[in-house]
């Protein structure tokens, strides 16, 4: 009779332990991993829908608890947030571009939706009625409502448009050119469409977990270390 006799270092519990902490070692390491990578892709998406903003991608961030650098933990989570958010985790301005809003007047009648002609500023913001009225020196004259479903319009009369397709100035003497110019729709509310999906995102990181997980295994058992 051949007997076959397997020992383990140690005691079951010191064993039971070291298998426990670095499993713990490695989940914690996938989700700050996942979380760091959430955020980039979250960043970088932002900046292609709004390439006209600097600052719009600074305002997703993230962190993955614990976050002190050599403790682990089998209950590690990550979150991805936004800045400036009061009651929400996600400021407005976020929270309507991701899933959409329908956007109202509050004390006027109506919003003033700017089409391609009206000029932008200095931030890529295109201009108010207000100040379109004073970069031309001249009143915008309101249309009566007409079909689309809109409530009107604000036009420039009696102006050239430009090769560029910009409004160019009144030509006194030559008023076959000029025509009058659509600067702004008026509408009784607007819907604001999503252009960014931080749920696809999101969804895509958290089904990549799993591999992170294993990475993090095989560099901890080939003496990578942990972090």
Not at 5 to 13: H, I, K, N, T
Not at 101 to 126: E, M
Not at 203 to 216: E, H, M, S, T
């Amino acid at each position: 009779m051949v007997r076959v006799q397997m020992s383990a270092a140690g005691s079951l519990p010191d064993l039971a332990a070291r298998l426990r902490a670095g499993m713990a070692q490695d989940v914690t390491i996938a989700l700050r991993s996942v979380t760091a990578g959430a955020v980039q892709d979250m960043r970088q998406d932002l900046s292609r829908a709004f390439p006209q903003s600097r600052r719009i991608a600074t305002l997703v961030t993230g962190k993955a608890e614990p976050s002190a650098r050599n403790v682990h933990s089998l209950n590690a989570e990550g979150r991805v947030y936004g800045r400036g958010g009061k009651r929400s985790a996600w400021p407005a301005p976020l929270w309507a571009q991701a899933f959409g809003a329908d956007i109202a007047p509050r004390r006027a009648r109506v919003l003033a939706i700017p089409t391609n002609r009206v000029p932008r500023d200095g931030r890529n913001r295109a201009l108010t009625p207000e100040e379109v009225e004073q970069r031309f020196g001249e009143k915008l004259v309101r249309i009566p409502p007409g079909r689309l479903g809109k409530a009107g319009a604000l036009v420039l009369l009696d102006r050239p448009i430009t090769r560029a397709g910009r409004v160019g100035a009144r030509r006194a003497n030559a008023r076959r050119k000029n025509r009058p110019v659509v600067m702004f729709w008026l509408v009784k509310q607007a819907r604001l469409n999503p252009r960014w999906d931080p749920r696809g995102i999101m969804q895509r990181w958290a089904a990549l977990v799993p591999q992170f997980i294993d990475q993090a295994k095989r560099v901890r058992e080939t003496g990578g270390g942990g972090r």
